[in-house]
């Protein structure tokens, strides 16, 4: 997974697509997000359970523990070693779903620049991406450390010309196991690792070059190019 994103719905939408019960405590705010251009260090939205309160805040994209100074904050958990690697041992009890519309990845095809790529559901729905972090606490507040990371799989079908990771992607029903604290550890992993959609779930096509600088944003940039 190349590293970004579109998360242009409203957080009602992507909270309707999960179909939970649960109250929300919305720290993102009732318009449209209205981001198509997501890069990693900034503010994602974010899903994830407190107690009985279904928290939908902004959370930085990419993390690292206290004592790994010596490297960038990933943005990507391999789901192979995600949840027995010391790395990530704080936060895999944290889990979380980053709802987007789409992601990008970048295909060298020859040209003077690689050809980027959009991939989204073919049904329209969002996509819900297996995620673990440091989370915001209700009583605490947005705290200096907090981040998150999405959790990668292989890519299999087609889906692997497009780039060899992709997101773990789960359907609702997954997805309120994955964030429900009661599922066991053992579980969650069993989940990310057999159960994410596979790539006939998804469709791509070509979109403009522009996509590739950050500071290119709007509607555009989720358009069939060719």
């Avoid at 819900?128 to 440091?134: D, E, K, P, R, V």
């Amino acid at each position: 997974m190349c590293g970004r994103l579109s998360q242009y719905s409203g957080i009602h939408d992507f909270v309707a697509a999960l179909s939970m019960p649960n109250a929300l405590a919305n720290s993102v705010g009732e318009l449209p997000l209205d981001r198509y251009n997501v890069a990693p260090t900034t503010q994602v939205a974010l899903l994830h359970l407190q107690g009985d309160l279904l928290r939908a805040d902004p959370v930085r994209w990419g993390w690292r523990p206290h004592w790994a100074k010596d490297r960038a904050a990933p943005i990507n958990a391999r789901v192979e070693k995600v949840a027995h690697g010391p790395f990530y041992r704080a936060i895999w009890p944290h889990r979380a779903i980053a709802p987007i519309d789409n992601w990008f990845e970048w295909v060298d095809e020859g040209g003077p620049k690689k050809q980027p790529y959009l991939i989204r559901r073919q049904d329209g729905a969002p996509v819900l991406c297996a995620s673990i972090g440091q989370l915001p606490d209700s009583d605490e507040g947005p705290g200096e450390h907090d981040g998150f990371v999405i959790i990668t799989a292989n890519s299999a079908g087609g889906m692997v010309d497009i780039h060899d990771r992709r997101p773990v992607v789960l359907t609702p029903d997954l997805a309120r196991e994955w964030l429900d604290p009661a599922t066991p550890k053992e579980r969650a992993e069993q989940i990310v690792l057999h159960q994410g959609e596979p790539a006939e779930a998804f469709e791509w096509f070509k979109v403009a070059v522009a996509v590739g600088n950050v500071k290119s944003t709007g509607a555009g940039l989720i358009q069939p190019v060719g």
